[in-house]
């Protein structure tokens, strides 16, 4: 069945349908958007995402999407090479940075511990951290991986493989709590349970 | 202030931050995605868009969005040539041609009549139309222009040259009216006097 005046177009229509989250409609709209945009300007667009695919590589170091061998943050002579962010995948690095509260620099795992999905330490960076563990002269590891058990899982066997090891560095965890303008009663039982049982000094809420 | 730890993965989201509707978040997990796809399936997505901003003309009889001289709806023979819908844009086209009920051509003005925009008739593809019902043989003329103030007077004002000068050729226009799964009572009135004054027999609703 025809149902463009165009197969080019068609062909268009389909591939941003492909995108996640972009259904039909949306896909329709923006197509018609980038046919009305200046040629240099759809030609920068889809030149950008080339670039993103074909060129991006992996810093050596932290595992973060990088231009080269070293990522912008750990060749960032400003940035504290003491503190070690672990974190699940990149998108968590973009979520941390864009907070502007760390100084620090992080440890890219590419996953958790899951045996459901086949995940196991192997499969992790967590080698490579401990490398660096040997290297670097790191005084904390600052764990921000995700509050589900995959999570804490991870958290816990790589905490009791630095402390067994590198008894002097120490091992943070990202704090859970009530979320900043959120009522208590919309908080759920766990997340409320831990903020009581990890509750902090009245004045330091404000720093 | 660096954000990113690479200024390809930058550089792409705010390209793609830059589609309507398409907020830094939604940037951000799009491009995320596209760099986790194989390298050949990106390829094709930006060689689609590449294609489209480049190789698509318009239909010289419809001025439809085409792939070449005539469009695929134009150049269809299965297609009624005897009736022609004008219709405002080309997402038109694209909403009429998903109903699979209309089965004539169309006639894409590029816009309505207006004033304050100042869009005058010389504008749009008014002319076009005209010189095509003097060679084609056309017997209905199908207005489908948007419920507008703008889009009556667009209507009327082409309507009034048909029928001076090719008093045979029917005109027809879309019907207005009450939203088919809408209650009463959510419709806006002016919508709802029209469905009134333009009520239709019983059985007709059905077909």
Known sequence: MQKYSSKILENAINQIGKLPGIGHRTAVRLTLFLLKQPKEEVKIFTESIDMLRNNIS?????????????????????????????????????AIENTNVYKGVYHVLNGVISPIEGIGVADLNIDS??????????????????????GDTTAYYISKHIKTRFPRIKVT????????????????????????????????TFK
Chains 1, 2 share one sequence.
Request: net charge negative; aromatic share 4%.
């Open 173 to 204: 965890a990202i704090a859970r709590g009530v979320s900043v303008g959120n009522e208590l009663e919309n908080t759920d039982e766990i997340t409320l349970a831990r903020s009581i049982v990890h509750r902090v000094e009245f004045e330091s």
């Open 58 to 94: 992996f810093c050596h170091i932290c595992h973060n999407i990088s231009d080269g061998e070293e990522c912008e943050i750990c060749s960032n002579p400003s940035r504290d090479k003491s503190m070690i962010c672990v974190v699940q995948d990149i998108r968590d690095v973009l």
């Open 129 to 150: 951290l401990l490398q660096r563990l040997e290297k670097e002269s790191v005084a904390e590891i600052f764990m921000a991986l995700p509050a589900t058990t995959e």
